[in-house]
């Protein structure tokens, strides 16, 4: 009985293996990269590199007093304001301090460089 035990559980063994689905290993998640569902008419998009590259993030409602928590506080280098709205960027969180103004519809491939990778907070103008 011991001899029949043994060889039921290596088949058994065996055929686990031999029928487990090979599953494809999960990629690392790529940078949050802007795609026609993010980057349209009616959001702010804001890109981490010059000549909109890099990561981006996209707000329907640009407003937004802290970027410490979205991964691009400081770190922002062009952006489109795809609203109809005028918008301010500031250097520090709360929108305090060095105020950068943009208008309705108006792109920037390289923001200027006093404000260059300095942008804290924003809000409607």
């Not at 686990?16 to 026609?36: G, M, N």
């Not at 250097?91 to 942008?119: C, K, L, M, R, T």
Request: aromatic residues 16%.
């Amino acid at each position: 009985m011991t001899r029949f035990r043994r060889i039921g559980l290596t088949l058994a063994a065996v055929a686990a293996l031999t029928f487990t689905p090979v599953l494809p290993a999960q990629a690392a998640p790529t940078a949050y990269q802007c795609d026609a569902g993010r980057d349209k008419d009616g959001v702010l998009v804001v890109f981490r590199d010059r000549d909109y590259g890099g990561e981006c993030r996209a707000w329907s409602d640009p407003r937004y007093g802290d970027l410490a928590w979205t991964g691009m506080n400081d770190d922002i280098s062009s952006l489109k304001n795809r609203t109809p709205y005028t918008l301010c960027f500031y250097s520090e969180a709360n929108n305090q301090g060095a105020v950068f103004q943009i208008h309705a519809w108006e792109w920037w491939y390289n923001i200027p460089s006093w404000i260059d990778n300095q942008i804290s907070s924003f809000d409607y103008c």
